[in-house]
């Protein structure tokens, strides 16, 4: 499966990580500090090889998490298509990865959820 996210352990003042999976706009990847949602205020994207994240703040100490969201808002899709319009690659493919990048999402939570452990009845937490 597909990594979905990034997980730092920080010991030092620390202000960009690297973003290690692909997404399709700046405004997919989100950060966690210790398990909180940061403001998409409290940091920025820096093109590079490979892009970054850049938070306004350093963290002195204690777990980033870079992940994606891909945002599954079915009310504004991510590409909507028009009756009569031309389909053109870019944007066939643009949906593709879209629907791709929601699905490994998915997986990654479910990896992550209460399970039964495997070869037994007992759940695995």
């Keep these: ?23 399709l706009e700046d405004s997919h990847v989100v950060v966690e500090i210790d398990g909180v949602l940061q403001a998409t205020s409290a940091y920025s994207i820096v093109a590079g090889s490979p892009n ?12 980033v998490r870079i992940r994606r969201d891909s945002n599954a808002d079915s009310d504004n899709p991510f590409v ?13 493919d643009k949906a593709y990865r879209h629907n791709l990048f929601l699905n490994e999402e998915i997986g990654n939570l479910n990896e992550r959820s209460l399970q039964k452990e495997v070869g037994g009845n007992n759940w695995d937490t």
């Design 1 to 23: 499966m597909a990594n979905t996210f990034e997980d730092y352990t920080v010991s030092t003042s620390t202000t960009n990580f690297n973003i290690t999976f692909e997404y």
């Design 52 to 63: 970054q994240v850049q938070l306004t703040t350093p963290v002195t100490s204690g777990k």
């Design 80 to 92: 909507d298509f028009v009756n009569g319009s031309v389909l053109t690659e870019s944007e066939l």
